[in-house]
Nanobody
Framework: QLVESGGGLVQAGDSLRLSCVAS????????MAWFRQAPGKERELVAH?????YYADSVKDRFTISRDNAKNTVYLQMNSLKPEDTAIYYC????????????WGQGTQVTVSS
């Protein structure tokens, strides 16, 4: 089970930190990711982390993904937010070596006003 928190309404240029707490299976064996889906658009991968990190080009140098294995938590620090970052953000997990993410959170809304 994944539970996100930290979304909200902010102005362009502001920062937000999303959190996702995982339960139910060994957190340390999971690749953790953040996806987002804007209105009328497909869900897209924003970032993932296991031992290395990946970022979508659209968020590189602005967003930072991190994890605290002791707390079973993954974070997404979002800086210099833009209106185009407005979306529902989802936390997701998959066992390392799996092809697809099989565990999803309920999503948290991030709205960036101009």
């Amino acid at each position: 089970q994944l539970v996100e928190s930290g979304g909200g309404l902010v102005q362009a240029g502001d920062s937000l930190r999303l959190s996702c707490v995982a339960s139910g299976r060994a957190f340390i064996r999971n690749v953790m990711a953040w996806f987002r889906q804007a209105p009328g658009k497909e869900r897209e991968l924003v970032a993932h982390i296991y031992t290395t990190r990946y970022y979508a080009d659209s968020v590189k140098d602005r967003f930072t993904i991190s994890r605290d294995n002791a707390k079973n938590t993954v974070y997404l620090q979002m800086n210099s937010l833009k209106p185009e970052d407005t979306a529902i953000y989802y936390c997701a997990a998959k066992i390392i070596g799996s092809r697809t993410y099989d565990s999803w959170g309920q999503g948290t809304q991030v709205t960036v006003s101009s």
